[in-house]
């Protein structure tokens, strides 16, 4: 059922689960990315886990707090690797439900350490196990469910999610603070189960991935499933011609793949720009975690305690609020402006703020310049904004919506992979190199965020207003090239304005609806090779 019209999409209330539903895997992967960095300062958890001197003077050795922090990341690369064939084998909704399973074992496993730190270090790997595979999921499961008009919109709530998931850890975490003894921390980590339930549930009664269900024959529920999440009633499914035109575009896409076996080593097969994607969709993720938003994300308590702060925690609630509130812009900036110029533009300004983040730490000690440590946290907050509003829901949304059908699976968790495996690094290496070079760090970020505009403006094909199959379309024509993918339509249409306008035209209720049938859907597919 319809409930409101967007951008001549009709979108009902199964559209609107699918964005906040599904996302809960954005959420736990921020929650659990927020609580840590407030964990460890935490009295109890010193106590128990940290190297005592005297009572009361507990703390952790780089390499420990290193290792409880990077751990996570260990297990999420881990798990965006075994994301592919499960959710290749059991369908894309209960390889989620099964994740949030290995999710809640690790909260487990963390909640009943007592004294032994290697145990909870554990219990986050294992908890990462879930959230990897998660984090190679959603985004896969929400670009094939979700319609082409609104694709970046409902992608974009994964990252939105992520941003309020650490938020409210960071909230929580001061909460939590004046709980006496455990139940400090404890609480903290035993919530995550809350979020994992809501998701491993809920998703059950949502519709399979369309593309999925094709790939394994069953082709009435893959229409049936087009339907709903677009406000038509499943039983009406043939009534309407803009969803048979983008079945039939699945169905022969799925036909010629099924040909072609998707292994894991055909993702580096340089035929149809298949290594190309590949080696795209790694550098995207891996430069997104060397944005350095996790420097700020997993260190923000004590990086700005090193600024002189009194309450760092306060800060940490700034930055997670601006995280959150900036990244709603993001939605509507990658679906107004694209794919390419924000994340073009995104780089330059992030590098610019890092630039005078480490200058100003680098110049004068912030703990004894009170100014100079306020201009800190603006550029720490300014730098947030940007990375909040292009890089951190572009690359996910890419993720989504860049690779072919029959190795998307593999291709998104190699991605996701990457993603994670800088993760571990920076997790695990910041507080080493933050002890030898202080705030300087922030000039080795500020070189990855204009290496990430560099690669996106020679690499990266502007793909928003495409389907799926169009998209693989643009990137085996060879006579595209990324800067000039923005003009670029598939046959049958002039420009991509008017690709998006007779879409628009071609939705239920609307008479232009035929317009979309001169579109040959049998020469897209073969171009889709």
Same mark, same amino acid.
């Given at each position: 059922?319809?409930?409101?019209?967007?951008?001549?999409?009709?979108?009902?209330?199964?559209?609107?689960?699918?964005? =906040?539903?599904?996302?809960?895997?954005?959420?736990?992967?921020?929650?659990?990315?927020?609580?840590?960095?407030?964990?460890?300062?935490?009295?109890?958890?010193?106590?128990?886990?940290?190297?005592?001197?005297?009572?009361?003077?507990?703390?952790?050795?780089?390499?420990?707090?290193?290792?409880?922090?990077?751990?996570?990341?260990?297990?999420?690369?881990?798990?965006?690797?075994?994301? +592919?064939?499960?959710?290749?084998?059991?369908?894309?909704?209960?390889?989620?439900?099964?994740?949030?399973?290995?999710?809640?074992?690790?909260?487990?496993?963390?909640?009943? &350490?007592?004294?032994?730190?290697?145990?909870?270090?554990?219990?986050?790997?294992?908890?990462?196990?879930?959230?990897?595979?998660?984090?190679? +999921?959603?985004?896969?499961?929400? +670009?094939?469910?979700?319609?082409?008009?609104?694709?970046?919109?409902?992608?974009?709530?994964?990252?939105?999610?992520?941003?309020?998931? $650490?938020?409210?850890?960071?909230?929580?975490?001061?909460?939590?603070?004046?709980?006496?003894?455990?139940?400090?921390?404890?609480?903290?980590?035993?919530?995550?189960?809350?979020?994992?339930?809501?998701?491993?549930?809920?998703?059950? *009664?949502? @519709?399979?991935?369309?593309?999925?269900?094709?790939?394994?024959?069953?082709?009435?529920?893959?229409?049936?499933?087009?339907? $709903?999440?677009?406000?038509?009633?499943?039983?009406?499914?043939?009534?309407?011609?803009?969803?048979?035109?983008?079945?039939?575009?699945?169905?022969?896409?799925?036909?010629?793949?099924?040909?072609?076996?998707?292994?894991?080593?055909?993702?580096?097969?340089?035929?149809?720009?298949?290594?190309?994607?590949?080696?795209?969709?790694?550098?995207?993720?891996?430069?997104?975690?060397?944005?350095?938003?996790?420097? *700020? *994300?997993?260190?923000?308590?004590?990086?700005?305690?090193?600024?002189?702060?009194?309450?760092?925690?306060?800060?940490?609630?700034?930055?997670? +609020?601006?995280?959150?509130?900036?990244?709603?812009?993001?939605?509507?900036?990658?679906?107004?402006?694209?794919?390419?110029?924000?994340?073009?533009?995104?780089?330059?300004?992030?590098?610019?703020?890092?630039?005078?983040?480490?200058?100003?730490?680098?110049?004068?000690?912030?703990?004894?310049?009170?100014?100079?440590?306020?201009?800190?946290?603006?550029?720490?907050?300014?730098?947030?904004?940007?990375?909040?509003?292009?890089?951190?829901?572009?690359?996910?949304?890419?993720?989504?919506?860049?690779?072919?059908?029959?190795?998307?699976?593999?291709?998104?968790?190699? &991605?996701?992979?990457?993603?994670?495996?800088?993760?571990?690094?920076?997790?695990?290496?910041?507080?080493?190199?933050?002890?030898?070079?202080?705030?300087?760090?922030?000039?080795?970020?500020?070189?990855?965020?204009?290496?990430?505009?560099?690669?996106?403006?020679?690499?990266?094909?502007?793909?928003?207003?495409?389907?799926?199959?169009?998209?693989?379309?643009?990137?085996?024509? @060879?006579?595209?090239? @990324?800067?000039?993918?923005?003009?670029?339509?598939? @046959?049958?249409?002039?420009?991509?304005?008017? =690709? $998006?306008?007779?879409?628009?035209?071609?939705?239920?209720?609307?008479?232009?609806?035929?317009?979309?049938?001169?579109?040959?859907?049998?020469?897209?597919?073969?171009?889709?090779?």
């Amino acid at each position: 059922m319809s409930i409101f019209s967007l951008r001549g999409l009709h979108v009902g209330w199964v559209t609107i689960m699918l964005a =906040l539903l599904a996302s809960m895997g954005g959420f736990i992967f921020g929650y659990d990315t927020g609580q840590i960095s407030d964990i460890v300062l935490m009295e109890d958890f010193l106590s128990r886990f940290a190297t005592c001197t005297s009572p009361g003077n507990c703390a952790f050795s780089a390499v420990r707090e290193g290792l409880i922090v990077s751990l996570l990341s260990i297990g999420t690369l881990a798990g965006a690797l075994m994301g +592919a064939p499960v959710a290749d084998w059991l369908g894309r909704r209960y390889a989620m439900t099964t994740e949030c399973g290995i999710f809640i074992i690790g909260v487990v496993v963390q909640m009943t &350490s007592t004294h032994v730190w290697q145990q909870f270090a554990v219990g986050r790997l294992i908890s990462g196990l879930g959230v990897g595979a998660l984090s190679a +999921a959603v985004p896969m499961y929400q +670009a094939e469910t979700a319609p082409p008009q609104i694709r970046g919109t409902l992608t974009a709530t994964y990252q939105l999610f992520i941003t309020f998931g $650490i938020l409210v850890a960071y909230g929580i975490s001061i909460g939590a603070r004046s709980i006496a003894q455990s139940g400090s921390w404890r609480t903290v980590v035993g919530i995550g189960i809350l979020w994992a339930l809501i998701l491993g549930i809920g998703i059950v *009664f949502m @519709p399979e991935s369309p593309r999925w269900l094709a790939a394994h024959g069953r082709m009435d529920e893959a229409q049936a499933s087009l339907a $709903i999440t677009r406000g038509i009633p499943a039983s009406e499914a043939n009534k309407h011609h803009f969803i048979r035109h983008e079945a039939e575009g699945i169905k022969e896409n799925v036909e010629f793949e099924k040909h072609v076996k998707g292994g894991w080593l055909d993702c580096f097969k340089p035929k149809g720009k298949i290594l190309y994607r590949t080696l795209l969709g790694m550098s995207l993720q891996s430069l997104q975690q060397l944005t350095g938003a996790n420097y *700020f *994300f997993y260190y923000g308590a004590t990086i700005f305690s090193s600024v002189g702060l009194s309450d760092p925690f306060v800060t940490q609630i700034i930055l997670g +609020a601006v995280n959150f509130v900036c990244t709603f812009g993001g939605m509507y900036v990658m679906e107004r402006f694209g794919r390419r110029l924000p994340l073009i533009c995104g780089g330059v300004w992030q590098s610019a703020w890092l630039f005078v983040f480490a200058s100003a730490g680098t110049a004068v000690d912030p703990t004894t310049h009170a100014g100079v440590g306020k201009l800190m946290i603006v550029a720490a907050c300014m730098f947030i904004l940007g990375y909040a509003m292009t890089w951190a829901p572009g690359v996910w949304i890419l993720i989504g919506e860049t690779f072919p059908t029959r190795t998307r699976a593999k291709q998104a968790s190699l &991605s996701t992979a990457a993603n994670w495996m800088w993760n571990f690094l920076i997790a695990f290496f910041t507080p080493f190199i933050g002890n030898a070079i202080s705030f300087k760090y922030g000039y080795v970020f500020a070189g990855c965020n204009l290496l990430g505009a560099v690669v996106a403006y020679l690499f990266l094909y502007e793909s928003s207003g495409l389907t799926l199959e169009e998209v693989n379309m643009m990137y085996t024509d @060879p006579n595209c090239k @990324p800067w000039t993918s923005r003009q670029w339509a598939p @046959p049958g249409y002039s420009s991509r304005q008017d =690709l $998006i306008e007779k879409d628009r035209g071609d939705e239920p209720n609307n008479t232009t609806g035929s317009m979309v049938e001169n579109a040959p859907v049998q020469n897209g597919t073969d171009r889709a090779i």
